[in-house]
């Protein structure tokens, strides 16, 4: 899914634009998450993922494209060595 396909998705409000953080990581996944949770990471013209080194980076992409908010989702291997479902990451939306 290319950035202007992230656009249309969020028009229709059927999907929500979504940086995902893995604990002691310094990249940051991009994509988007449906209604039913479900994440499609977005990707560049030659089709590799887009990838940033912090979430701020990953906010500018956004606001160039005309898009005022991302859900961050933050996830570690704590949350599933003590059995936690992917529902309980620590998730927030951010508005820039």
Do not use: W
């Amino acid at each position: 899914m290319q950035l202007s396909e992230i656009k249309l998705a969020i028009a229709e409000q059927t999907q929500h634009p979504t940086i995902i953080s893995y604990a002691d990581s310094n990249h940051y996944l991009l994509g988007l998450k449906d209604l039913d949770g479900n994440f499609q990471r977005a990707h560049d013209r030659d089709g590799k993922p887009l990838c940033f080194n912090s979430i701020k980076q990953a906010e500018e992409l956004l606001k160039q494209q005309g898009i005022n908010y991302a859900m961050i989702e933050m996830q570690t291997a704590y949350d599933e060595m003590v059995g936690n479902s992917s529902a309980s990451h620590c998730h927030y939306r951010v508005e820039f």
